[in-house]
C-alpha cells in the first residue's frame, strides 16, 4: 500500500521561510522519482520541484528557483522542500508526489498524491 503523507505546512509571514516534509511508504520495490507541486483556488496545479530516486538530479520551477529546495533522504523514505524568502504568491495547497517516469514537471506522470498540506503567506 502505497501512501504519501505531508507536513510541516502552516503560516508565516512574507520573507520568512519554512520545511516541508513528506513521508513515504510502499515504494520501496520501484526507484520513484519524487515531486512537490501547489494549488491556489481557481488555478490549475502547478509544478514546483522533484528531484530523482538517488537524489542526484533536482529540477525546479522557475516561480521558485533560487528560493526552494528540494531533497530527499531514502534512509527515511522522506522528501522535503526548504522554503526561504516566501512570497504571498506561494501561498498554496502544496502537494508530495511519486513518479516512477522520473523527475517530471508533469502532473500526469506521478503515479501517487498526498493529502496536501497548507502553506499561507501573509503580509
Known amino acids: 500500500q502505497v501512501q504519501l503523507v505531508e507536513s510541516g505546512g502552516g503560516l508565516v509571514q512574507a520573507g520568512g521561510s519554512l520545511r516541508l516534509s513528506c513521508a513515504a511508504s510502499g515504494l520501496t520495490r520501484s526507484r520513484y522519482a519524487l515531486g512537490w507541486f501547489r494549488q491556489t483556488p481557481g488555478k490549475e496545479r502547478e509544478f514546483g520541484a522533484a528531484?530523482?530516486?538517488?537524489?542526484?538530479?533536482?529540477r525546479y520551477a522557475d516561480s521558485v528557483k533560487g528560493r526552494f529546495t528540494i531533497s530527499r533522504d531514502n534512509t527515511k523514505n522522506t522528501v522535503y522542500l526548504q522554503m526561504n524568502n516566501l512570497k504571498l504568491e506561494d501561498t498554496a495547497v502544496y502537494y508530495c508526489?511519486?513518479?516512477?517516469?522520473?523527475?517530471?514537471?508533469?502532473?500526469?506522470?506521478?503515479?501517487?498524491w498526498g493529502q496536501g498540506t497548507q502553506v499561507t503567506v501573509s503580509s
Open positions: 508526489a511519486a513518479s516512477i517516469v522520473g523527475a517530471s514537471m508533469r502532473d500526469s506522470q506521478y503515479n501517487f
Open positions: 528531484i530523482t530516486w538517488s537524489g542526484s538530479s533536482t
